[in-house]
């Protein structure tokens, strides 16, 4: 019949051979701790420090922290007139967990940032060390998603108390990734968490050697133990020792060369996989820390992977 086009078998083997090539590679996750490498392209010296005036924030507002810690809201521009309930983000500060301010510009522009995404960002302080040593921030973070849930919140905000995330940097890493892993079950209810973002979180704080030397001082501060040798709360303390199969899709970010080692990472991202959980990591070229990396370009990969997990039913 004229016009009509015959494959020859080996037209037809070539074809199916690539169709299965293409979808085993679909298929594939990363293995291990593999990781997307980047290069940072030229960006402000500060890139991270991008407030908004046009992003409202609502102050300093009490949140049942047992160390007297407030929370700011970030509210997206059009969320007076939102019909369906959005979903939301706390965000946690660094600072080696002894210092730190969600009021400061650069945390301020994160909850501006994310609120600008189209969420509800809180950005929360917590209980800091020496004063108050571990797991007194992490019960404030943990006392803050819950907070985010009660009624009275949900319905002031318009936030679906189903759909809710985390995003730190640094001590906020290792605090945002605790949230992921810690408990068990249903990632839509108590202090669980749907969906984590963190860049150079330590997740590690057993004093393994992974650590610089001249963090272990601050770990110790931190978790008010004498030595690593005989301090139990270290383990509680490390994300790395808490994964199992119902934690949620995770987004880490760490630098090649910063002061927090890329192993500290690569073994948690192990972890995570190994427990089959959806884990994006990307290492970026130099010694950027914590949120100095949120180039563009980053700012685009977390926004992506919440609209993905945060935007639809929840999993899990």
Known sequence: MR???????????????????????AACAPPGSQSEKVTPSAQPLSPQAKTSTRIV???????????????DVCLPRDSSVAVTPRA??????????????????????????????????????????????????FDDVRAAVRYMRSTAVVAKYHIDPKRIGAFGGSAGGNLAALLGVAGTGSLSSGSRVAAVAELSGPTNLTGDGSELAGFRPLELSYLACSSFEACPQAVRASPLFQVDDSD?????????????????????????????????????????????????????????????????????
């Open 3 to 25: 016009g009509l086009r015959v494959s020859t078998p080996s037209r037809v083997l070539t074809a199916l051979v690539t169709i299965v090539v293409v979808l085993s590679l």
């Open 88 to 137: 939301a983000i706390i965000s946690i500060h660094g600072g080696s967990w002894r210092a730190g301010d969600k009021s400061n510009i650069y945390w301020r522009s994160i909850c501006q940032w994310i609120a600008s995404q189209g969420f509800v960002a809180f950005s929360a302080d917590y209980g800091l060390a020496p004063q108050h040593p571990f797991p007194a921030g």
């Open 57 to 71: 924030v609502v102050e300093n507002l009490e949140y049942g922290s047992a160390t007297g810690a407030r929370v």
């Open 248 to 316: 949620p899709p995770f987004f880490i970010g760490h630098s090649l060369d910063e002061r927090i080692p890329l192993s500290q990472s690569a073994d948690f991202v192990r972890a995570l996989r190994e427990h089959g959980i959806d884990t994006t990591f990307v290492t970026v070229k130099g010694q950027l820390h914590s949120i100095a990396m949120l180039n563009d370009d980053m700012r685009s990969r977390i926004a992506t992977l919440f609209h993905a997990k945060l935007d639809g039913p929840v999993v899990g």
